[in-house]
């Protein structure tokens, strides 16, 4: 425990972060993940990178905290910002004298404009699709920065949001730390990493110097327990203050029932696909992604979840997005129809699939329900299960048959359409991200769609494009997820805690354990 101490003290002292007195206010959060994947802000994608993420960093603009609503942004660096007529020329007027942790400096226009040329590089960043509509970003003078669109595209605000690639780092510390960046971020958010011990914690500090004011929690200790009878014990015992719950309804019920706890299941949900890689045998023939299709029952899914944490599917992009459409035609569970598919397809007796699974239990446990509706009509999954991060950098080298993945993204139906179903998204192309399907059927609207000025022009080609993915099944929706949490009743967010958009709760300057 001194060795931590000391180590915890060497790194705040380090980073210019001053260590509180000894009557410090420490909140303990855990998570459901062996470690983190990473922290830098344009590279981190996983469910356990992204709450962190939003206690360091700050965007131009900001979600609210507690909301992940595209209606409710407020400014965050930037104190204001204006638009052209045409809608191609953004300029943004930022906060003076805001202060990167450490010893970096103040944030300024020079470190505004490398962040989103950084957010925009496929060579640093996993969100750099994002950012293809963007021709220039420019620093007017320290405290100004413009950008300018080749083309007006949906909810430009969402690409410079404290989301994603919208996080400002400093130019010097990510030039100076190099590849170490991912373990060691600076930016300008309420509080600063100290520590990292991996597999085990992340520990944090309060910013003292934050703009908005210095933290009321002194320190954060971040703690990775993967097994879920070990975290709800640290949870119930009063070893956690905070806790990432299991999207389970027998797991919410009985912890609403615990003590001074509140439960919290809030949006975004995540949508829950089943991606169908139409560059393998036998899923290249349509016959056999319909019998899948077909195969599948979705209420049956949402059953075991359970109600309180589950929904039904409907379409192939999340419930409110802008963009998503509500009443898309999905294929109905109709296992004969599966069945004659499979037979007509040429397999008769039946077709194995093999697929790459992870280890995560909740996600094991779906994908173990989907195995056994598959089964019935003659489609035999040969799973072979790894380690949750060996999943994540298997399934990007398109080694998997099919990929059941879950995931949120910025609520725009653009976003999602683009990352998992535009062909330029395709896994293992230089600009891949996450298309495991090869799907391309849907390029042209997703595209047109990205340059509409009209709304109503631009929500009739996201509906095609939506279409046409499920037509072809280029991946099945199974159910959608929403995210669980609990806290114990001293622990107060400073805010009402309806949305996620960061998939956990954002820890603010207004944030109390009492």
Known sequence: M????????????????ALPASAESV?????????IGQLD?????????????????????RFKPGSSSLEELE??????????????????????????????????????????????????SSFASDYAAVAAIEAVDPATVKI???????????????????????????????PDFKTKPVGTGPFALVEYKSNESLTFVANKAYFRGAPKIDKIVYRFIPADASRDLAFTSGELDVVYGRQDQRWVERFKKEPNVVVEVVQPSELSLFHLNRAMKPLDDLRVRQAIAYAVDSKQMVAFKGAATALPPVSVIPTGYLGTDEKAKLYPFDPAKAKA????????????????QTSLPTMLNSMQILQAQLKTVGIDLQMEVVDHQSWHAQIRKDLSGA??????????????????????????KPTAVTNFSHCDVADKEIDE???????????????????????????VPLFEQLQVWARHTNVDYGYQFKGAIHLGPVITEATTKK
């Open 75 to 124: 400014p965050d660096l930037a104190e204001s910002w204006d638009k052209s007529a045409d809608g191609l020329t953004w300029t943004f007027k930022l906060r003076k004298g805001v202060k990167f942790h450490g010893d970096w400096g103040e944030m300024t226009a020079d470190d505004v404009v490398y962040s989103l040329k950084r957010a925009a590089d496929s060579k640093t």
């Open 148 to 178: 300018v669109l080749k083309q007006p595209i949906p909810a430009l605000l969402g690409i410079v949001a404290n989301y994603h690639g919208g996080n400002i780092v400093s130019k010097k510390a990510a030039e100076a730390i190099g």
């Open 41 to 61: 802000p344009h590279r981190a994608t996983t469910t356990q990178d992204k709450p962190v993420v939003s206690w360091m960093f700050n965007g131009l603009v």
């Open 27 to 35: 909140l303990t959060v855990g998570m459901a993940a062996a470690d």
């Open 449 to 475: 769609a990205s340059v509409a000025v009209d709304p109503v022009k631009q929500k009739e080609l996201w509906y095609i494009a939506q279409k046409k993915i499920i037509e072809d099944v280029c991946a």
């Open 2 to 17: 001194k060795r931590h101490i000391i180590a915890a003290t060497a790194a705040a002292f380090l980073m210019g972060v």
């Open 403 to 428: 990929n059941y993945y879950s995931a949120a993204r910025f609520p725009v139906a653009d976003v999602y359409l683009k990352q998992f179903f535009h062909s330029s998204a395709t896994v293992l």
């Open 341 to 356: 598919l499979l037979a007509e397809a040429g397999y008769p007796n039946g077709v194995a699939i093999k697929v790459l």
